[in-house]
């Protein structure tokens, strides 16, 4: 069984810990700081055996030169197409690395969009991507194109429903906000803002959600529901031939007038 407990760093990022159960390692998912790592790993008596990169943003590897000074040797694996300082596996489409220190088993996805090497890690039930798909969002096009973005999100949303999905920001009030927008009629968009704001007055994570979740109230995955390409329409002034002009109106509008 695999363990994942959330790490928080700066202002609203996760970094996420992996842990077997009775091993003496832990393995971090994107540490842009290493001393909230270091602190969790010492509170609970585990050394640090590999660090997973999604894409090569400084609030996703910050802390991976320390940590390698920290524990010589360990393992950072990273996406192949993207220059990140640190790294020593290169992880390209559909390889399954052997991760030191971890008995699980997961594969790579490559999502470009939000870079243009992102990658996501995918196995066990869960998913570990980064800035390409958020919490009833998606991450902003900073190094690849939109087109590269829809059909990544596409191919998130093939995987199976109940797939947890542990993106790397704190976003989804801020992102039902716009997802309101799109959709304002939407029942399911209200409910899960509720539960949202009940999760973060307790003191909780809205993270992970679940990918059916997701696909009941993300507008960026729902580009070929009437409602959100009317809204699109709507805002471009003009019709949208597909799911990807779609997918680049609602960005675009995000990015203009709501963040």
């Not at 760093?9 to 001393?35: C, R, Y």
């Not at 009940?198 to 409602?227: C, I, M, Y």
Request: glycine share 10%.
């Amino acid at each position: 069984m695999l363990e994942v407990t959330p790490v928080k760093a700066f202002k609203d990022n996760f970094i996420w810990m992996l842990h077997n159960p009775g091993s003496e390692t832990a393995v971090a998912v994107d540490p842009g700081e290493s001393a909230p790592v270091l602190a969790w790993l010492e509170a609970r008596g585990l050394r640090l055996s590999a660090i997973l990169i999604t894409h090569k943003h400084i609030d996703h590897t910050g802390g991976v030169m320390d940590l390698q000074f920290a524990f010589p040797g360990i393992a950072v694996l990273g996406p192949a197409n993207e220059s990140i300082r640190g790294i020593k596996v290169r992880l390209k489409e559909g390889e399954h690395p052997q991760i030191p220190g971890l008995e699980a088993d997961f594969s790579v996805m490559e999502v470009p969009g939000h870079t243009e090497g992102h990658i996501a890690y995918y196995g066990e039930g869960l998913l570990f991507c980064g800035d390409t798909l958020f919490s009833a969002g998606c991450g902003g096009i900073f190094g690849g194109t939109h087109a590269q973005m829809h059909a990544s999100l596409q191919r998130i949303a093939g995987l199976p429903a109940d797939t947890l999905v542990y993106c790397a920001h704190e976003y989804t009030l801020a992102n039902l906000g716009f997802a309101k927008w799109v959709e304002p009629e939407s029942a399911a968009i209200l409910k899960r803002e509720q539960e949202a704001q009940a999760l973060l007055a307790q003191g909780d994570n809205t993270v992970p959600s679940k990918l059916g979740t997701e696909l009941a109230t993300n507008p960026f995955l729902r580009v070929a529901v009437p409602e959100v390409r009317v809204a699109a329409e709507r805002y471009m002034g003009h019709a949208l031939t597909d799911g990807a002009e779609v997918f680049t109106a609602i960005r675009r509008w995000k990015d203009r007038e709501y963040d």
